[in-house]
């Protein structure tokens, strides 16, 4: 090749190692233009958003001393991307494939639109182990249950080993008009988010290397409990792509790694396992955020009720284990596996609030947000996918408060209004002898009502089968 560039268009992908897009486009010898293209955002910044130009902005430090950088345009891909390409006459484009519905029918249409000018665009796999249309059950029907899923895909082998940074990267240093300022002004929001994230590609390497170094040998017996840091908080870098699924793979599965924490490794590669089922499963059905899987669910008598949809949304629900995981996600962006399924469960079953509205908050609200696994587990919990937790089984937030918080230690550090609470009352304050706190709700719901109000709308479901 001479020297128009080859344009790397990177989406959600900000790494140098195992980048299949960029090394494809650095092996042509052609120098490399990185660009990235904001979609155009009507409604403000969301919490993942947010992540995205906070490794976007580390991504470029990493770059600049590399002697490069990524070029920032923002607006409608599909219009800018062959605008780019014309302007600085690219030879190809490289990038690596996303999977949600509108990213797929936008890259599709690249594809064709590029096709007859002579530029070729290239993508590659790069966010999965899996390519979603490629684990198939015997007659190549898509896989409906995880268990089936996952044991199919890792029948079919391990997958290809990640791929070694790039040793050099020559760039396209001519002009490149229309770029914009590589920063965004952070919403005021945002400013409490900063303390529980570290960025960067090196960070995420960090986070994975010390989670199998001190976390995963307790893996499969830790992972549940909230007031512990045993999972390896790898969902943010996963999410935009500053680390891979395979190298995260890779690592865990190193025969370097204590063959006694086997049964701990196959459990934490198995939750990497429902990443790659609920990019299938919404490979398979588009609408899975918008539309119940079983269909019957479409009929559920859900209420509406926006002072007990803000109670949960502020983490003021009066359960405190419900509460604590609201506020976590609010000022931190994440929030515990084991407390999103009783915030979910909560919303949808004792509040009897529509589950589609709890996946939109989590969608504004989540770091890690991922329109597969989000809409996915909001499902799951909702009880209205194929493989779900049945409706009539209620979690019920005080147990699991009991179980899996059994001192309080993570509802103290979220909601502070419970902290002289003793860790036999926490988890029903109001119970306590001591009364309950000032400023500290009274539960919005009596749970056994709420119990009896969710399986009688069920049977109402049921009864129209
Ligand atoms: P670990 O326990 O260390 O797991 C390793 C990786 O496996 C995770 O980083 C993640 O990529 C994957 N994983 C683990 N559990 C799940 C799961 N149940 N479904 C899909 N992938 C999983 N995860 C997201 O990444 N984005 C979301 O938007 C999201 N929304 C959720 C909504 C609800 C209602 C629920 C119940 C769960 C949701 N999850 C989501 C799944 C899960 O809670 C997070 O992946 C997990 O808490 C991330 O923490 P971790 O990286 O420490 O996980």
Redesign the pocket.
Known sequence: MNDKPAIVWLREDFRLADNAALTAATQTGAPLLLIHIRPERPYGMTAVDWFREKTLAHFNVDLRSLGGKVHVFAGDSARLLPEIAARVGAAAVFWNRRYDPVGREIDAGLKREFAPCGTEAHSFAGALLHEPWTVKNRVGQPFKIFSAYWRAACEAGSPRPPLPAPRELKFFTEPVTGAQEEQLPWPAWTSSLDAHHKFGEAAAQDRLVR?IADDLGH?EDE?DFPDRDA?????PY??VGQIS?RQ?WNAVSDASVNPAHAAARAK?LA??G??E??WSVLWEHPGLADHALRQEFEGLPWRTDPSGLEAWKRGRTGYPLVDAGMRELWRSG????RV??V??SFLVKHLLIDWRL?EQW??ET?A????A??A???Q??AGTGADSAPFFRIMNPVLQSRKFDPSGVYIRRWVPELKSVSDKDIHAPWESPGGLPANYPLPIVDHAAARRRALAAWDGVRGGD
């Open positions: 989670f893996y992972r999972t390896s908080g790898l969902s996963l999410r699924p995260v934490f939750e990497l429902w990443r089922f609920a994440v929030m515990h596996n999103r399924m915030a979910a709890g989590f969608a989540l890690d947000y991922d329109p696994s989000n996915l587990n909001w799951w919990c």
